[in-house]
């Protein structure tokens, strides 16, 4: 005999439902009452079966035996008596009820009641970056609420390690901030039960196989999103990428990728992989990350300028005599390996440096969108000059024994990179933007000096004395060593007479907020989780700062451009010095 359900045809044979008759006339009166169909007790229990699971959205029916307690409150003891036998007999699942559940709809499975979960893998799990501050930027996000209560952290490598192994290395980076301790212990054991590893083994393809049975696993039939963290090296890229578009990728939620720097070795290695991206992603998936771009200063230059009135008026050539760009770097990352091929260009002025620019000097947006932003950014980058030799200066540090450079830097890897950049808009013409990088120097400082012109016609001219360029008006944003806001500004001197003096009007962070302030990668990592994108450099962004480098670049490739060699511990190379003299512009050391 056969049994018909919506537009399947399931044939039953004696032999197939062996089951004792009782179990089928205890539930004769209940499969009336809800008017299923069919010749035989036994066939109204099994769509009576399937209309239990699509009631009560079970997942594996082999589950239900672990949940007769459900069935009692629900159905009646009756009922849930006639349950609990049958059940505990592993052949009630046949292959003609399978058949009877792959006709249900597949949303009848899914709890939507939480929301999407959200898997976040971290390819490269292993790493020095992963260890010290992916993993850890995740648990300060988890502990602040910032984290679904659903989610599942993967980390892959290819390692033979266990999911405890893991868990021990990410253990012991794993710390609360001061002032989140309560149930400190706790969540570190709530994060870590939620993360496990993937050996991936040698074979890109079939580790990535792995990796999604395993989320699949994890994220059950529920909506689910994903982000890819690619902490691997730039020759692993491409692979691992590939395997992921399509081996990986949820269809059930969005998909989003972020890729470390540098993003590409010039001009055109960088076009080719941005291709090659684009053939397996769509741009708004592609997070191109740079830890320094995730600074509260960074986050802080578009919040001053738009909604700041005192300044918005001021922000252009009429007011504005130049602009200075400053960063110098502490030697905790051995530049050895750290520069080696790539040098600070490649690494820290294409991205960082440029990045900071675009954001100093880009038009209003029309909104706060990710989109709109990058819009405004991308066209101030595409009106900065190309570089010339004439107005860059590079440098490399010298060895500790201070007679020559040393062995573990490639010879055309620069550490130190000054130069002079013109903006060539009707807001910018003629200001010079001047930038200051490098390795190993004095101080380790990262501020922005916006240095305005004199005041015309200036009364107090005699009263400032003798060294008038101290009475530049400035405004300075400070990342390091602390964090502030300076505006300097020319003051009566206390007491009798006329006596002026350059003051700082200072707002000191640590001073005024009594709280410990995130790291880059918490920040840039919950802007991948929203979707906010302005931080990071989409595709003709990259484009148009290689286009600006690029003349340099090549000059280096030709060994017209000699590399000036520095003191560890000093100021760098002499040459910065006069560059700035070059373009008039007094170059602020405290």
């Not at 009782?22 to 769509?47: A, E, T, W, Y």
């Not at 079966?49 to 069935?71: A, C």
């Not at 730039?234 to 540098?262: F, H, M, V």
């Not at 051995?334 to 520069?339: K, L, T, V």
């Amino acid at each position: 005999m056969s049994l018909s359900l919506s537009s399947t045809s399931v044939s039953f044979s004696k032999s197939s439902f062996t089951r004792p008759i009782h179990h089928c006339n205890r539930i004769n009166s209940l499969s009336k009452s809800l008017n299923v169909g069919g010749d035989s007790l036994c066939q109204r229990f099994r769509v009576l079966k399937l209309w239990i699971v699509e009631r009560f959205n079970f997942e594996p029916i082999m589950q239900f035996k672990r949940s007769t307690n459900h069935f009692k409150n629900s159905l009646g003891s009756e009922l849930s008596n006639g349950i609990g036998s049958l059940f505990s007999d592993e052949k009630v699942i046949s292959g003609e009820s399978s058949s009877l559940l792959k006709t249900s709809s597949s949303s009848s499975f899914v709890d939507d009641s939480r929301g999407p979960s959200l898997s976040i893998i971290i390819i490269g799990a292993t790493g020095e970056l992963a260890r010290s501050k992916i993993f850890p930027a995740l648990f300060a996000l988890y502990y602040s609420g910032f984290l679904p209560e659903n989610v599942a952290i993967f980390g892959y490598s290819r390692k033979n390690m266990t999911d405890e192994d893991l868990r021990s290395i990410i253990a012991s980076t794993l710390t609360c901030r001061v002032d989140h301790q309560q149930n400190c212990g706790d969540k570190i054991d709530a994060f870590l039960r939620r993360t496990y590893y993937i050996n991936g083994g040698y074979d890109n393809i079939s580790g990535i196989s792995l990796l999604n049975a395993r989320m699949e696993q994890i994220e059950g039939r529920s909506r689910a999103n994903r982000i890819f963290y690619l902490s691997v090296p730039q020759e692993a890229l491409l692979d691992i990428a590939s395997c992921l578009a399509s081996g990986a990728q949820t269809k059930k939620g969005w998909n989003r990728i972020i890729i470390e720097k540098p993003f590409g070795f010039d001009a055109l290695s960088s076009h080719r992989l941005t291709q090659s991206l684009l053939l397996k992603f769509e741009e708004k998936q592609i997070y191109r990350i740079d830890h320094l771009l995730g600074r509260n200063l960074i986050e802080n230059l578009t919040v001053l300028r738009f909604a700041n009135l005192v300044f918005e008026p001021l922000w252009s050539r009429t007011y504005i005599d130049n602009i200075q760009v400053v960063l110098s770097e502490d030697l905790a990352v051995h530049p050895g390996r750290y520069f080696s091929g790539y040098g600070i260009i490649r690494d820290i002025v294409h991205s960082h440096v440029l990045q900071t620019i675009a954001l100093l000097a880009m038009e209003p947006p029309i909104s706060l969108d990710g989109e709109d932003i990058r819009n405004e950014k991308v066209k101030v980058l595409r009106s900065i000059r190309k570089l010339k030799p004439k107005d860059v200066i590079l440098g490399q540090y010298k060895g500790s024994s201070g007679q020559k450079v040393d062995v573990s830097l490639n010879g055309l890897a620069p550490t130190y990179f000054a130069a002079a950049l013109y903006i060539d808009n009707a807001r910018w013409d003629g200001v010079p933007f001047l930038v200051k990088t490098g390795l190993g120097l004095m101080n380790h400082q990262m501020e922005i000096r916006i240095q305005f012109r004199h005041v015309p016609g200036n009364v107090y001219h005699e009263k400032i004395g003798h060294n008038f360029e101290r009475a530049t008006n400035e405004l300075i944003l400070r990342d390091v060593p602390d964090e502030a806001i300076l505006v300097r500004v020319n003051n009566k001197v206390p007491g009798l007479g006329l006596k002026l003096d350059s003051s700082e009007l200072n707002l000191l962070y640590k001073d005024k907020y009594n709280m410990e302030v995130p790291d880059s990668y918490e920040h840039l990592l919950l802007d991948v989780i929203d979707g906010d994108n302005h931080l990071f450099m989409r595709s003709d962004e990259l484009a148009a700062a290689w286009n600006i480098l690029t003349p340099i670049l090549n000059e280096m490739d030709k060994d017209n451009i000699s590399l000036e060699l520095y003191e560890l511990g000093g100021r760098g190379p002499v040459g910065a010095y006069y560059l700035w003299a070059k373009h008039g512009v007094r170059w602020v050391e405290d």
